[in-house]
């Protein structure tokens, strides 16, 4: 049972477009939500966040938007950048004292020229 | 500066060794957590930690211990590895900072492969 789904296993998007990348997750006591980052051979990095009493938070060129009522995440780069080519993961966590991340299987990135 | 190391970064086993693979950190979090990549199922919780002496399992923990004896070390091995247990392996830490979910900080991981 996949509890954080991204159904989109890649996306291409030109540099300097936006990229928009999504997920939705099924259980309700998730109050917190979280993207990482994945070059090949190297651990995720922390990218955003964001907690369920928000809607929106951005930071430079990334920005996560949260739609409780939908169970549904995105995350938009603008502009996209060469270096942004990776695999994207979304985690969810119910927050508190236990913050076991729950992750999706990724989205991977490709910013052409 | 402070870090999260994993060693080895790549091993060959055999089926039915018992393997150990070792993660470090020197954040000095209380929190740590291995997790294993496989296509088609992002990352897996294995089992992780909230401090010395308390583990936990994870969501696929069978064929799987650890052990927490001092902060900075959780090892995890494969009692008698099987070619299921072919992954890459991460090791992650954070900070219990009581203000929501505690971001995660992951190792290089390392790849494991069972022949």
């Known amino acids: 049972d996949q509890q954080v789904k991204q159904n989109s296993p890649s996306l291409s998007v030109q540099e300097g477009r936006i990229s928009i990348l999504n997920c939705d997750y099924t259980?309700?006591?998730?109050?917190?939500f979280l993207w990482y980052k994945k070059y090949p051979a190297e651990g995720p990095t922390f990218l955003i966040s964001?907690?369920?009493?928000?809607d929106k938070n951005e930071d430079g060129r990334f920005t996560v938007f949260l739609n409780k009522s939908a169970k549904h995440l995105s995350l938009h780069i603008v502009p996209s950048q060469p270096g942004d080519s990776a695999v994207y993961f979304c985690?969810?966590?119910?927050?508190?004292?236990?913050?076991?991340?729950?992750f999706g299987t990724g989205t991977r990135l490709q910013v052409t020229l | 500066d402070a870090e999260i190391t994993q060693s080895p970064r790549h091993k060959i086993t055999e089926t039915g060794r018992q393997v150990t693979l070792a993660c470090h950190q020197t954040?000095?979090?209380?929190?740590m957590f291995w997790y294993r990549q496989d296509l088609g199922h992002g990352l897996r919780l294995i089992h992780y930690?909230?401090?010395?002496?308390?583990?936990n399992k994870g969501e696929v923990s069978d064929g799987y211990s650890v052990s927490r004896s001092n902060t900075e070390d959780l090892p995890l091995t494969l009692e008698s590895a099987a070619s299921s247990q072919t992954s890459v392996y991460f090791c992650?830490?954070?900070?219990?900072?009581?203000?929501?979910?505690?971001?995660?900080?992951f190792g290089p991981g390392t790849r494991l492969t069972v022949l």
């Open positions: 954040w000095n979090h209380n929190n």
């Open positions: 930690s909230y401090g010395v002496h308390d583990t």
């Open positions: 964001i907690s369920s009493i928000k």
């Open positions: 259980n309700s006591m998730f109050d917190y």
């Open positions: 985690a969810a966590s119910p927050g508190g004292t236990a913050s076991k991340l729950t």
């Open positions: 992650a830490s954070s900070d219990r900072s009581g203000s929501g979910a505690d971001t995660q900080y």
